[in-house]
């Protein structure tokens, strides 16, 4: 078993139970001193940080949902000075929706512990080469990986996201021997090999780390078949550190939470009451340890259980299944977090109107597909075919420009889909 942090890893149950305790009465008296939503929060329900004697109590506190993070941008939610932060990311695509988590110094070591324990987890050492091939922006994916693969000591590659050749030239001319990627990003890779005839037993690949869209075991299977190598889930969220929340152990058996940096449950999404253990519900989580954007009980929107019994591979730390869907319409494309009120916006712009729509997403071979379906009506030229071809190219420009891809937009005849279900994403996630 490799463990980076044998200590904190292995920690028996009451020892963890402790420690989250204590961790979380010191995060409960910085927020309620720093952060004026969380004091104000506490007094509505008659909280004082010092009533906190076990978790039950905590149980008492409302979630915080990402309305919140929005209604307190930019800086509402820090809990430290400006000058302390020493980093700054954003998950969302644009003004619309606007978020930024700040880091300290001591926030961005504690990432690095903890995407290092990660990497050591699906066995990633000093001796491998790491290509990161996760698109680097505003986003937390790569950058959190890349300080823990320094942090173990192996040798980064921080390559980003597409250039297929040269990623496939530099996995067999650096040696790389770990990927991490989105899975269909890996599928693609191979495609390239293939193209170019190099069969990927004569690269040095062994492990592939993958995260940023949803993905199966049927994905996982075919992987590790293509390209000969052992397949591994991460999980992460930007608002949460990103990489570092959740990961796969070799054993693949489930994804380890770190219980010394964050407290987990899982709730029904619709009454907000914790589910019975092992039913599937939302994972909400707390930091533990984030100094600069601490969260009480937020909401991920991300649907999973907690994994019964213990992990093969010795760690104490609580599982969580897999994630592969949401309880909201939110949908995860190529690294990017996609609200249908987004699209909704730049729709109703371009058309002057408010017509119906549909997101569908679809999986091809090695990349997703997105198509937004717009309802044509009355209002919307209908007849006008001239009037129609420029909409769907002017849409088709402005989305595209706005989620850095290509998206297709099809003009449809009411009725052709149910409006009521914005989202239709069709992705063999399962
Ligand atoms: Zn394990």
């Known amino acids: 078993m490799e463990c980076w942090d044998f ?14 305790l ?5 995060t409960l008296h910085r927020v309620y001193k720093n952060v004026s939503h ?19 109590d905590f149980r008492r506190l ?20 400006l000058r302390e932060v020493v980093r700054l990311h954003t998950p969302a695509l644009n003004i619309d929706e606007p978020v930024v988590i700040g880091f300290t110094a001591n926030d961005l070591d504690n990432w690095a512990e903890l995407t290092a324990r990660n990497l050591s987890a699906v066995g990633v050492g000093k001796d491998d080469v790491v290509q990161i091939s996760l698109t680097f922006g505003s986003v937390t994916g790569p950058f959190g990986v890349q300080l823990g693969a320094e942090r173990i000591g192996a040798s980064v590659i921080p390559m980003s996201s597409g250039r297929h050749s040269s990623q496939v030239q530099i996995l067999r001319d650096f040696r790389t021997t770990t990927l991490v990627s989105a899975p269909t990003f890996a599928l693609r890779l191979y495609r390239t090999m293939m193209e170019q005839e190099i069969d990927p037993k004569t690269l040095q ?36 550190f990103g990489p ?27 009454t ?14 707390t930091t533990l340890t984030k100094e600069a954007f601490p969260l009480i009980r937020y909401r991920t929107g991300d649907l999973t259980r907690m994994l019964p019994g213990d992990c093969p591979c010795g760690r104490s730390h609580l599982r969580i299944d897999r994630i592969l869907r949401r309880c909201d319409n939110v949908f995860v494309m190529g690294g990017s977090r996609i609200i249908p009120e987004q699209i909704g916006k730049i729709l109703n712009r371009i058309s002057g109107a408010a017509p119906n729509f549909q ?21 919307l030229f209908f007849d006008q075919m001239k009037k129609q071809r420029r909409f769907v190219e002017d849409l088709h420009s402005a989305l595209s420009e706005f989620l850095g891809w290509e998206v297709g937009v099809r003009l449809v005849e009411a009725g052709a889909f149910d409006p009521a279900q914005p989202v239709v994403d069709k992705r063999n996630i399962r």
């Not at 204590?22 to 010191?26: H, I, M, T």
């Not at 004091?39 to 039950?56: A, K, V, Y």
Request: with cysteine; aromatic share 8%; proline share 6%.
């Open 205 to 240: 690949l062994r492990i592939g780390i993958f995260g940023a869209e949803p993905w199966s075991e049927s994905i996982r299977d075919d992987i590790e078949e293509k390209l000969h190598i052992t397949a591994t889930d991460m999980y992460g969220l930007t608002e949460v």
């Open 22 to 26: 204590e961790r979380l009465q010191a």
């Open 272 to 285: 907000g009451e914790p589910v019975p253990d092992g039913q599937e519900g939302e994972l909400v989580l």
């Open 7 to 20: 200590k904190q890893e292995c920690m028996n149950r009451e020892s963890i139970e402790q420690l989250q």
């Open 62 to 81: 409302p979630h915080t949902s990402r309305q919140v993070l929005m209604e307190n941008y930019p800086y509402g939610m820090f809990a430290v000075p």
């Open 38 to 56: 969380y004091r104000q929060t506490f007094r509505e329900i008659d909280f004082m940080p010092e009533d906190l004697s076990s978790l039950d």
């Open 359 to 379: 997101l569908l997403v679809e999986r091809e071979e090695d990349r997703d597909r997105l198509d937004v379906l717009v309802e044509i009506s009355n209002d």
């Open 244 to 270: 570092g929340v959740a990961w796969e152990c070799s054993e693949k058996q489930g994804l380890h939470i770190p219980e010394d940096h964050f407290l987990a449950e899982i709730i029904d999404p619709d």
